[in-house]
């Protein structure tokens, strides 16, 4: 059954979008196609309809497919929690917390649930995309790998490699992959692609030939620039845009040192009477700005220190006394609270921690983790919502009386007796439109105009159409085995 490998001379060469961009024109072809990333490692999660939860690139995959997205799309999930150990998902579920040397201990476990889901997805559907992770010139990293070529070997799936012209230096990234390859490594690549150029790419037309001549491989097209993928949700922190600019409601989020399923500011950074402004480290919260929002983390106790050690603790406390407005999701909905406490140590070292004290409420971590999509009626405007809810926790206390929102007839997070703090689990707010529009009339904004969903399905046509026109899809394809 036909599939093809999409990986890349390092890590954030545009891997995610190019394999959602192809699936869509795959799609427009016809084809019933699915996504799928052996191993993933990032804290923005998607929820999907079975419970589980993925990396958030393989649900805008799936949406480019016309497809909800499934677990078996990302069949291993790694959730960095500190500098050297992360939270193993596998399937959807967490399987264990490790540091990272005893991951590569845990990896050959892990391989035969990458094959089960992969296999699966093999049987449904016409075409499966795969997208690497990292670089496969890691070659320190081979031995048991299940991201990369050990993937591609043990499937049999052939693998085109895609480098990144912006930063510099794409012939050596090519040519020097190749070098580092151990030699049956080397003959699963199939071709390359160079991804984000920008200008005239005839200019690079002795630089494509040398690419082949020093490697055999043959090209599959030069990929310009698409400056709308900025439009669409990230998965890397590094891709989080610093600033969108022209709105009259300023709105200040804190860039947390673990900082989790930071999509959901996206809506939010595309909405015309928003300035949204990422805070980053070392940099105070502005005075004049309207709202703040605490995004979700990996690691509420940890960020609680962070945000103590940047001085934004000073500055939220002083927005709150001008009556500023604030928003914390999920993790940021701990953090506002009286306390936060892990008595088994869950997410480090056993203890219990003040929080903001925004928030007349406490928070228990606890073993059982809330995975699962919620549908809610907002509390303070009446409209209903969609969204999802994904973490450890409880939260309790007099300020739940008055709740964010309710779900299916529960209370659903809290809010200050004045009703400019908030706080909620739920995850996703902004993409529904009825509620954002709602959210920042109560700013005092004008009506939202801006239909996020269908941008979203605008910017996926364009990407697909761009793909097609500077790739060779149709020799991408047939590589894949698709007749």
């Known amino acids: 059954m036909p599939a093809l490998m999409i990986q890349g001379t390092g890590s954030n060469v545009g891997k995610s979008l190019f394999v959602a961009g192809l699936a869509r024109a795959a799609l427009r072809r016809g084809l019933r196609v699915a996504p799928f990333k052996p191993q993933n490692m990032s804290n923005n999660a998607a929820v999907t309809a079975n419970g589980g939860e ?14 909800d997205p499934h677990t078996d799309m990302n069949p291993v999930l790694l959730k960095p929690e500190s500098d050297r150990g992360s939270q193993v998902v596998v399937q959807g579920q967490v399987r264990a917390t490790v ?7 845990l990896k050959p476990a892990l391989m ?11 049987e449904a559907y016409d075409l499966v995309l795969v997208e690497g992770a990292g670089s496969p010139a890691e070659v320190n990293l081979r031995q048991n790998d299940i991201a990369n070529m050990g993937f591609a070997c043990a499937a049999n799936v052939p693998v085109i490699l895609v480098g990144d012209i912006d930063r510099g230096g794409v012939i050596a990234q090519i040519i020097g992959t190749q070098a580092v390859l151990p030699e049956t490594d080397a003959a699963m690549v199939k071709g390359f692609i160079v991804n984000k150029f920008r200008g005239d790419p005839s200019l690079f037309d002795d630089g494509y030939a040398l690419i082949r001549q020093k490697t055999g491989w043959p090209g599959f097209g030069v990929l310009p620039w698409f400056a709308a993928a900025s439009t669409l949700p990230a998965e890397d922190a590094l891709d989080l845009r610093r600033t969108s600019s022209g709105g009259r409601i300023k709105v200040a989020v804190p860039m947390l040192s673990r900082i989790a399923n930071f999509d959901d500011l996206d809506p939010l950074a595309q909405e015309p009477s ?12 502005a005075g004049d700005c309207d709202l703040i929002i605490l995004p979700g983390t990996k690691n509420t106790r940890l960020d609680l220190d962070f945000i103590r050690s940047q001085g934004w603790d000073i500055d939220i406390a002083a927005h709150v006394r001008r009556g500023g407005h604030v928003l914390g999701i999920c993790g940021g909905y701990q953090m506002l609270g009286n306390s936060v406490s892990d008595p088994l140590g869950l997410e480090g070292p056993a203890g219990n921690m003040p929080g903001l004290g925004l928030l007349n409420v406490e928070t228990t971590m606890l073993v059982e983790k809330h995975v699962r999509r919620v549908e809610a009626v907002h509390a303070i405007s009446g409209q209903p919502v969609c969204g999802y809810e994904i973490h450890l926790g409880t939260t309790e206390g007099p300020d739940r009386l008055r709740p964010f929102a309710a779900v299916q007839g529960r209370a659903e997070g809290a809010q200050s007796v004045d009703g400019l703090i908030c706080g909620t689990y739920l995850h996703g707010l902004f993409t529904d439109d009825r509620f954002r529009t709602a959210f920042i009339a109560g700013l005092g904004g004008h009506s939202s105009t801006l239909r996020y969903s269908e941008k979203m399905e605008q910017t996926l046509e364009a990407l697909a159409a761009h793909i097609e026109r500077h790739v060779d899809v149709t020799g991408l394809l047939r590589i894949a085995g698709c007749r």
């Open 54 to 67: 993925i990396g958030r690139a393989q649900a805008l995959q799936a949406l480019a497919c016309g497809l």
């Open 99 to 105: 540091q990272a040397r005893n991951y590569a201990l």
């Open 112 to 122: 035969p649930a990458v094959l089960e889901s992969f296999h699966r997805l093999h």
């Open 274 to 285: 928003i300035d949204l402004t990422m805070i980053a480290p070392g940099q105070a919260i």
